[in-house]
């Protein structure tokens, strides 16, 4: 790893989801990445706090934001408090720091806490600059007190931050690759991307599938586009203690027995093809059920078309978000994980899973081949035939299921926090340069 530990400030832009996504995952890991790395690490939240409120009260208000408080609503168009916000949004904006002393009990909320040396707030800062590049088709500038040398943005965000260099992560080109499986205004997409291609200090991605996928649509990208790949945050070690303690759990609180159940988790969005998993699972000839665990996302009618009848039928149990805790026993003592995405950045449930020495069915496209290497059974994601064999052949083969936890610890250790770190440091390193 290179000798450079620069200050660096990381958005919170995901953080601040009370239900957390992949994105607010990616960046928690990142700060304890940074810590590991000696970093001072800076957040930079856009949370709807009061302005003015100082002392423990802007602590108070900090974490009353944190916990889901719902941002204002839209003022008319034109309305004097419309012409205010409209001007302000067009100014640089510069954020407050958030004392954390102590007078808030943290805990309620420690598992959606990055690691962290300072907070900033810039009230409804995203909101802003979504809106101020819509209108201006320019970034938004952000100020702070002696700026770290890097601000980190953990997603294609219309934002820079002024005195340090800016690198961007695209994750992957799913609004473009995949239009038809997202919500997105695609127009705005591409001419945010081609925008941060352009003006980008440095470009950060997490995958050689994602990094094709971006050159591929904005080759002058190429020369600044950094694949760090991402790491994971490992509870504890996939020990014979800790897979007896998560089937005590599993047992206690969802009446599952170990390697009772298959397990899929994520958001029920298109690209995670759930409605080819379910389809393809009702067919296959298992006898244990299918835990979904998951929020509906969107586009999702599709997809879930047949959830109501696999649960009737007893071969699907579905479950909301649950606690991190939760989610890391429910892995463990799965029979294996089924996640035949059909296109990921990463793919960070395949790599969680393998951790604990859980089997993997996965799909063969892009990312998740370079995730899972040889340690998953592999299918053709838009194939029901395909994954409906796959799944059989991981339920009735005991031999495949022990080949994939004895290649698993190797494939692991490629994004292990040590290797991401080295690859972090060189990102900055070129780009502090």
Known sequence: MSDIHPSVVVDGYNLAMPKGTGVATYARTLTQCLRNMGCETGILYGLEMPRHASGNLMEV????????????????????????ETWEMLQVQRGQPVPITGAVEPRGVADRLPSFDKIWNVPGLYRKAARHFRLTGKLMSVRLPAPPQIMHWTYPLP??????????????????????????????????????????????????????????????AAGRT???????????????????????????????????????????????????????????????????????????????????????AGKVIKLDYLSRDLLTALTRTAKGL?????????????????????????????????????????????????????IEKLDRDETIRADIRRMAPMQVRKYDMRSYEERLGALYSACVR
């Open 159 to 220: 934002i820079k931050l002024e005195g340090a260099k800016n690198i961007y992560t695209i994750h992957d080109l799913v609004p473009l690759r995949l239009p038809y499986t997202t919500l997105d205004d695609k127009a705005y997409h591409h001419r945010l991307l081609k925008k941060l291609v352009a003006q980008a200090d440095g470009l950060c991605t997490v995958s050689e599938s994602s990094k094709a996928d971006i050159i591929s649509f904005f080759p002058e």
């Open 61 to 84: 208000e900090f974490f009353n934001s944190l916990d889901g408080v719902k941002p204002r609503r839209r003022s008319p168009v034109l309305s004097p408090r419309w012409c205010v």
């Open 226 to 312: 950094h694949n760090t790949y991402q790491s994971f945050h490992q509870d504890g070690e996939a020990s014979e203690e800790a897979a007896e303690l998560a089937a005590r759990k599993v047992k206690a609180l969802f009446g599952l027995k170990k390697e009772g159940y298959y397990l899929f988790f994520g958001s029920l969005e298109p690209k995670k093809n759930l409605g080819r998993l379910l389809e393809s699972f009702l067919v296959a000839d298992v006898t244990v059920p299918l835990v979904i665990v998951g929020a509906m996302a969107w586009k999702s009618d599709a997809e879930l078309r047949f959830i109501e009848r696999g649960v009737e």
């Open 338 to 390: 089924l996640f035949p995405s059909i296109c990921e950045g990463f793919g960070l449930p395949v790599l969680e899973a393998l951790a604990v020495d859980t089997p993997v069915l996965t799909s063969g496209e892009g990312a998740l081949k370079e995730v899972a290497g040889d340690a998953a059974v592999f299918v053709d994601p838009y194939d029901t035939a395909s994954i409906a064999a796959g």
